[in-house]
């Protein structure tokens, strides 16, 4: 009898589990093992230790170790840059991490903001999309010079150039290593480097531009950011734009189209 009452106990202990992650409100997908299926342009090439995260508009390569996104990656068009959702301000754990996400406590009092990997200026015209941007697998401490400076300029460029060309593949996030100083208790790292790494391809346009920025750089104009794709490649050591056919990329990434890609 007790046999029967222990098996029928862990049978409920099973359901109520599978129930519980039914419900998750984030309604993501951890991907890891199924990362070759995903064939979209946006994606770079798999990291070994990265977790996948599928949110609503946006994927996310997040570091475990280093309880901090490698990359957000999505494909940007220009009336999501347009739409009239409210910006959410609601920032929180990602439960689909448990105890590897970042926490809001960890920048209480730290003179750190949490910047945003896809803004959230760039999901206006969805609002589970906005509502996913303002997960904690999404965020970076920046110190407010560089969140509200040069990294605000790049991404309106980046919605400039989304509106121009009508969309606009989008790869940006960090250099982690382990000589990075850590944040509160989740030991989130610090940055000292970002990049975002751009890919327009449609019937008429194919080129890429990358840009690599130093978290306290007192430069304000972009141009002084810019580099090839596959310099940014050798310094992050994967490959952007994985899905991008080998000749196709190994003619674009290689250099800079500097009328395609005007700065405003």
């Known amino acids: 009898m007790k046999k029967v009452v222990m098996i029928i106990s862990i049978f409920i202990m099973i359901l109520f589990s599978l129930i519980f992650n039914d419900f998750d409100e984030n309604r993501n997908i951890i991907e ?19 977790t996948i995260l599928t949110k609503h508009g ?21 009336s999501e840059t347009k739409g009239e959702i409210p910006r959410s301000n609601y920032f929180r754990e990602d439960q689909i991490l448990r105890k590897y996400s970042p926490s809001t406590d960890d920048y209480y009092a730290s003179g750190y903001d949490k910047g945003h990997l896809i803004p959230a200026a760039d999901n206006k015209a969805d609002s589970l999309s906005m509502h996913d941007s303002f997960l904690m697998s999404n965020v970076s401490p920046q110190i407010p010079e560089f969140n509200r400076g040069i990294w605000k300029k790049l991404e309106e ?96 990434e290689s250099k800079i189209d500097s009328l395609f890609w005007k700065i405003k």
């Open 32 to 50: 890891d093992t199924e990362y070759s299926k995903i064939n979209d342009l946006e994606l770079p090439s798999y990291i070994e230790d990265a």
């Open 58 to 78: 946006f994927t996310v390569g997040f570091s475990k170790k280093y309880r901090h996104p490698y990359w957000v990656a999505y494909k940007l068009n220009c």
């Open 157 to 252: 460029q980046v919605r400039d150039w989304a509106c121009d060309y009508d969309s606009i593949y989008v790869i940006t996030g960090a250099l982690l290593h382990n000589e990075l100083t850590r944040l509160g208790k989740s030991k989130v790292a610090i940055p000292d480097h970002y990049f975002k790494s751009l890919l327009v391809f449609d019937g008429k346009n194919q080129s890429t531009i990358s840009f690599y920025l130093y978290q306290y750089t007192k430069e304000s104009e972009l141009q002084k950011f810019i580099l090839t794709t596959d310099s940014l490649e050798s310094i992050l050591g994967y490959d952007l734009f994985y899905n991008l056919n080998d000749n196709i990329e190994a003619k674009i």
